[in-house]
């Protein structure tokens, strides 16, 4: 039993030990020569573009169901014309950058995982470096600029598809007037919620693909590894979401309110 | 430097002229309790070729992996092209692996790269070669391995024989002095197997490639050791019984519980008593 616990112990430290050294080795990587341009390009389209349908179909029906609740609760106060500034409040500060990762995390950190974890199994990342190419340049840098920059502009765009959807609601459901809801928006949304709503998506982005690739990079045993790593790196980031969410809000609330 | 020396004492005392391309002394690796190579050494000389034998899960790839610095020893040295390989840190090796090239067990294509790409991927990605020139070195290639018209397929679509050639194009593209192969012929039916056999004793014979050839298929072994290529008056490649002193360049190498268990050329394998090696052969 006690055993058991130190083994487990030793796993958890070397691995920790592990993503903290691909994360060094990742920035040295980023602002040294060679720069695989190409590489860098083609994933900001992947995990930007290629998130685009998903980010904003949650974002819409989030912002929609949020005005749809809302509207409930607000009606026992009559403060129905409201609406709009529950929104967009929980929208920005908080439900935009957590969806939003969280369907990262299922789509680009497992994506990272499969691909990266075949490519151990396969041996491609060791042809990488025998024949001359730092898989960390080539691979895991184009990964983490692309999620580190895209994760907030993609949020930016749920958080607008969902206010609209909510705006869609609150005009045709609960029949509150257009100009009312857009200036309850307006109101409703201070300058520190738009930081808050601002800077976490760069912490999400960071770590779901950071996890993806060190949990790629460590698959091992064929084709069974690739599908445990794929998982765990599902697994993993989405609750490193979560938990990050919690600590940077709880960081930028002592900071700037 | 350490290593002319050692060169030389080696040469001294075979009484030869060249420095070995390639020293292994004492080298020794252990995953975890597991041991996997004991005190293993050897030399290589220019133009000459080994092939290391062993039945599988005996460390064939892994002394491949230790001569690229994919992996550390956990003792001895090993020494490519005058370097000492196993002491360089990852941005010192690639300078040395730019000396080497190595085709991996199943060939380790990039799936998300053409054919094409995977022939020139050190020459587009590593040097600053004109894209116009490059293309034109891996036509050169893909015509050498009698692939020219796959160019622009992926992987993906090309059978194993065809994968296991364009994975030798790639690691020959950029003209390496030292090719590695591991298991280059394994799981091919035989007459592709021979071609890929031809391709390596071409690459040996003409463009004077220093070869290591990792296998567990005798047939193929001893066809790359006994023959060899000429290249004809009339430009014309023939690939023909080789004279006994060129057989005496092809070494083999026997792997059998972490250590060498023979070490001979193709006459002295055949005649071996060893009981291991007999089962080996037969
Ligand atoms: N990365 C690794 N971790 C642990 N064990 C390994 C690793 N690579 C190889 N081995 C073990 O080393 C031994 C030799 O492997 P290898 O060199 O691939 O054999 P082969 O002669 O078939 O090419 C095997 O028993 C294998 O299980
Ligand atoms: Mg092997």
Redesign the pocket.
């Known amino acids: 039993m006690l055993t058991l616990l130190v083994t487990w112990a030793k796993a958890a430290v070397l691995e920790v030990q592990e993503y903290v050294r691909l994360q060094a080795a990742t920035w040295r990587a980023a602002v040294t020569r060679p720069f695989y341009v190409h590489d860098v390009v083609e994933q900001f389209e992947q995990i930007g573009i290629g998130s685009l349908t998903v980010v904003v179909l949650t974002g819409f029906f989030t912002g929609a169901v949020l005005a749809l609740q809302t509207g409930i609760t607000l009606d026992q106060f009559g403060a129905r014309p409201f609406v709009g500034r529950l929104v967009s409040a929980s929208m920005v500060k908080e439900l935009g950058p957590v969806l939003t990762g969280l369907m990262l995390a299922g789509r680009v950190g497992s994506g990272i995982a499969a691909e990266l974890g075949s490519m151990v199994v396969t041996d491609q990342i060791n042809a990488l470096r025998a024949l001359g190419t730092d898989p960390v340049r080539k691979l895991v840098v184009p990964r983490v600029l692309a999620g580190f920059f895209m994760a907030p502009v993609l949020t930016i765009i749920a958080n607008t598809v969902g206010v609209v959807g909510g705006w869609l609601i609150a005009v045709f459901q609960l029949r509150v007037a257009s100009s009312l809801y857009w200036s309850s928006i307006v109101e409703g949304l201070y300058f520190q919620d738009a930081w808050m709503g601002l800077i976490k998506p760069f912490c999400l982005g960071y770590v779901i693909v950071t996890i993806g690739c060190h949990v790629g990079l460590r698959a091992r045993g064929g084709t069974q590894g690739v599908g445990r790593a794929t998982t765990n790196a599902v697994v993993a980031s989405s609750v490193s979401v979560i938990a990050v969410d919690f600590f940077v809000t709880r960081l930028l609330i002592t900071l700037m309110y | 430097m350490a290593v002319e020396t050692r060169g030389a004492a080696v040469l001294e005392a075979r009484g030869e002229v060249q420095a070995p391309v390639l020293v292994l002394e004492n080298v020794s690796l252990a995953f975890d309790e597991h041991v996997v190579l004991r005190d293993i050494s050897f030399t290589l000389l220019p133009g000459h070729s080994k092939i290391i034998l062993g039945a599988?899960?005996s460390g064939?790839?892994?002394i491949?992996k230790l001569i690229l610095g994919l992996l550390k020893p956990d003792s001895g040295a090993i020494w490519v092209n005058g370097h000492r390989a196993d002491a360089m840190s990852e941005p010192e090796l690639m300078q040395v692996r730019s000396g080497l090239g190595m085709v991996f067990?199943e060939g380790a294509l990039f799936d998300s790269l053409t054919v094409a790409e995977n022939v020139g991927y050190r020459l587009y990605e590593e040097t600053d070669l004109p894209l116009d020139q490059v293309r034109q070195r891996v036509e050169e290639v893909l015509g050498f391995i009698g692939l020219a018209e796959y160019i622009d397929r992926m992987p993906s679509e090309l059978s194993g024989g065809q994968r296991r050639r364009v994975a030798i194009a790639r690691a020959m593209a950029a003209k390496p002095a030292i090719l590695l192969y591991?298991?280059a012929t394994t799981g091919l039916d035989p007459i592709t197997a021979t071609t890929v056999d031809e391709e390596i004793v071409k690459l040996r014979d003409l463009e004077q490639v220093t070869s290591i050839m990792?296998t567990h298929q005798l047939r193929d072994a001893f066809y790359v050791a006994t023959h060899e290529a000429v290249r004809r008056d009339d430009g014309l490649i023939r690939i023909q019984p080789a004279d006994e002193r060129k057989c005496d360049e092809a070494e083999f190498i026997m792997l059998k519980d972490g250590g060498i268990a023979f070490e001979g050329n193709a006459a002295e394998l055949r005649a071996s008593q060893d009981l291991y090696l007999k089962t080996f052969l037969s």
């Open positions: 599988s899960g064939k790839s892994t491949l067990q591991d298991e990792v």
